[in-house]
């Protein structure tokens, strides 16, 4: 079946600094998403990218989906420690549609 | 506009026991996942439901397991004779019908197995 796949899975940075994850499926993907998860919390729907090459930006974050739909990635610039928590990227797989997560990374940011 | 509603929280239960889970999904959805994730991990499909129709349960464990989405009322996520192993955060999801939305999850139950 299809697998979606994260590096790395921790991630630990200095406030201030850029932090990135990569996201790769198995297959291609039709669209992929993005959620956080902060610590103790549920994740939270950030974006949704669905063309090839796409990429989209809020605020400090940059989302980027590869020119064959197989892989993303998740920028951070100068990271805050609001930033903190686990990032998990989901691409829909199975016959019926579910979305299929990633492991996570999960980004820690010391003040 | 509430959100997916989850209860309880948090649930122990001792081994042997059965485990009820339920999930309101968001008004105007009616598409609900259910993911369960253990502690460090990522989040593992379980099942998709519809009302009155299972979808996809091809990440449900065949026994012990069983969910359901009446035509009135939550969704339930049921775990019979639960086992140690069977502690984790159960967190359901919903979404819009027909379309690729991301999805909404509720706070999640964290089930506790003594």
């Known amino acids: 079946g299809q697998q979606v796949m994260q590096i790395p899975q921790y991630q630990h940075v200095q406030e201030g600094e850029d932090f990135t994850t990569y996201c790769n499926s198995s297959t291609t993907l039709s669209n992929i998403q993005w959620y956080k998860q902060r610590p103790g919390g549920h994740p939270v729907f950030l974006i949704q990218l669905v063309k090839s090459g796409e990429v989209k930006k809020q605020k400090r974050l940059t989302f980027q989906f590869g020119e064959a739909k197989k892989n993303s990635s998740l920028h951070i610039t100068a990271t805050q420690t609001t930033d903190v928590g686990t990032y998990f990227c989901?691409?829909?797989?199975?016959?019926?549609?579910?979305?299929?997560f990633g492991k996570g990374t999960k980004l820690s940011v010391k003040p | 506009n509430a959100g997916v509603m989850q209860n309880p929280r948090h649930l122990v239960r001792r081994r042997g026991q059965e485990a009820r889970l339920r999930c309101s999904p968001m008004k105007g959805h009616s598409h609900v996942y259910w993911y369960r994730q253990l502690p460090e991990e990522g989040l593992k499909f379980m099942v998709y439901l519809q009302k009155e129709n299972i979808i996809d349960e091809s990440g449900m464990p065949k026994e012990r397991f069983s969910a359901e989405f009446p035509k009135e009322g939550p969704s339930i996520l049921r775990i019979q004779q639960v086992v140690r192993g069977d502690s984790a955060a159960y967190f359901c999801?919903?979404?819009?019908?027909?379309?690729?939305?991301?999805?909404?999850f509720g706070s999640g139950t964290r089930l506790t197995v003594v």
């Open positions: 999801a919903s979404s819009r019908t027909g379309e690729r939305y991301g999805y909404t």
């Open positions: 989901a691409g829909y797989g199975g016959s019926q549609g579910n979305l299929i």
